[in-house]
């Protein structure tokens, strides 16, 4: 059985999981396919933590190519101040969860570049 989605308007098969149960729709399906629900979901999650537009964040994401800390041109993300909610630059995602475990702590970080400094001084003794 097929089933058209109402938002990309591509027709899809209902017998995989391409569209969820919802008990509140005559066919019992939902109405947006998985990969438009998914791309709701994560529009709605920028206007939520960025407080953007899909567009707007599309525009920021364009003009960086690489991450701010490393360089890095894969898996880059938009960082955000979890406290201030205040945009910052584009990360990787490796970067950005460095910062995010850290707990955007400067002196943690500081304590823990000491760290390895001392041991890898250490391993090349």
């Known amino acids: 059985m097929k089933k058209r989605c109402v938002r990309c308007k591509e027709e899809k098969d209902t017998s995989g999981k391409m569209f969820m149960p919802d008990s509140r729709y005559r066919d019992g399906m939902h109405p947006h396919c998985r990969s ?20 707007e964040y599309k525009a920021i994401m364009e ?7 490393c360089g890095s041109q894969s898996n880059l ?7 201030t909610g205040a945009l910052r630059e584009v990360l990787c995602s490796n970067c950005n969860t460095c910062l995010g475990l850290a707990g955007d702590n400067v002196l943690r970080l500081k304590d823990l570049i000491i760290y390895l400094e001392k041991h890898a001084a250490l391993a090349y003794s």
Request: aromatic share 2%; hydrophobic share 30%.
């Open 77 to 83: 993300g938009l960082d955000h101040n979890h406290t």
């Open 63 to 69: 003009a960086s190519d690489c991450c701010a800390v």
């Open 36 to 55: 438009c629900r998914c791309e709701i979901a994560r529009h709605g999650r920028i206007k939520k933590v960025f407080g953007l537009s899909p567009s």
